[in-house]
């Protein structure tokens, strides 16, 4: 819902870029108190940044664009698949997780979920708004993989420098993205974008996605990734109370369609992870949990 206020007068990926500038500088900020405990070695860190390129970088740009488009309820409620996204990469990623007939039915409800949403003429007019629907659905694609490839090879390492890298990494990606195609369109820095820019820069960016990364290292990727459902009944109600955005039948049951399917996947992790307690495994992945202090 911000994102709308945000990019009130200015291009969306010129938008993202100063956001996520300004966290990165945030961040590094907590340099000055607190070391943060960046990779020794730049292979390492070249890795998180590189990942940092479609996490932050294509993902955010593809949704700031789509919310050009597309209101930001039906946005939300399309990242509600994020969760099965990233319960389909684990299965890939981490041989003890494995493909259940819960996370495919899952899957299934979470896409059918989407096609109602997506269907609704009163949401989605026109090929540009269907458009705006794919690249939210990319976008959460995009994301949820490299939550699991971080969870996979990274998640030992310092969360701030984490968070740091990646944020570094998305600045600069849609920094050359404004560049490339937004040179030439005229930028108006209101108050209330200024505003809406910062609180996205703080608690949108530097905290929450700090915050991510410490319940990473903690937990499964996919218990991670179940914060998102607070962000759809928020954006649906701001929405329908700030901008008049439409709130109709497809919507709410395109979402529940969704929430059933995200409910199957997790329910099928959590039965999967208690197999595999039984039988012996009590670590949900391969790598060491917090060696750092992160």
Not at 7 to 19: E, K, L, N
Not at 220 to 241: K, Y
Not at 283 to 292: F, M, V
Request: net charge positive.
């Amino acid at each position: 819902m911000v994102i709308v206020y945000a990019t009130d007068g200015v291009p969306p990926c010129t938008s993202a870029a100063v956001r996520f500038w300004i966290a990165s500088a945030l961040l590094m900020v907590v340099h000055l108190f607190r070391p943060i405990a960046f990779p020794r070695d730049w292979r390492t860190r070249l890795g998180i940044l590189g990942l940092g390129v479609p996490h932050i970088g294509i993902s955010y740009a593809l949704v700031y664009w789509a919310e050009q488009h597309i209101s930001s309820g039906l946005t939300a409620v399309v990242y509600l698949t994020y969760p099965c996204f990233v319960a389909a990469y684990s299965a890939w990623l981490f041989t003890q997780e494995r493909w259940t007939a819960g996370k495919v039915a899952g899957l299934v409800f979470g896409i059918v979920g989407v096609c109602v949403v997506s269907f609704d003429e009163n949401m989605v007019r026109g090929s540009v708004a269907i458009m705006g629907v794919l690249a939210a659905l990319l976008s959460s694609a995009i994301s949820s993989f490299v939550v699991v490839a971080i969870k996979r090879w990274y998640a030992h390492h310092d969360s701030v420098a984490i968070t740091v890298l990646q944020l570094l990494a998305g600045a600069i990606t849609l920094t050359v993205f404004a560049l490339l195609l937004e040179f030439d369109e005229k930028t108006d820095w209101k108050p209330r974008v200024v505003a809406a820019t910062l609180y996205l820069a703080i608690f949108g960016s530097a905290i929450a996605f700090f915050g991510f990364y410490w319940l990473l290292k903690r937990v499964e990727s996919t218990v991670a990734s179940m914060i998102t459902f607070v962000f759809p009944p928020l954006a649906v109600g701001w929405g329908w109370l700030l901008k008049n955005e439409p709130v109709t039948k497809n919507l709410f049951v395109g979402g529940a369609l969704v929430l059933i399917g995200v409910w199957l996947v997790v329910r099928a992790s959590a039965r999967a992870s208690a197999a595999k307690r039984v039988a012996g495994f009590d670590s949900p992945s391969p790598e060491p949990i917090c060696q750092d202090g992160g």
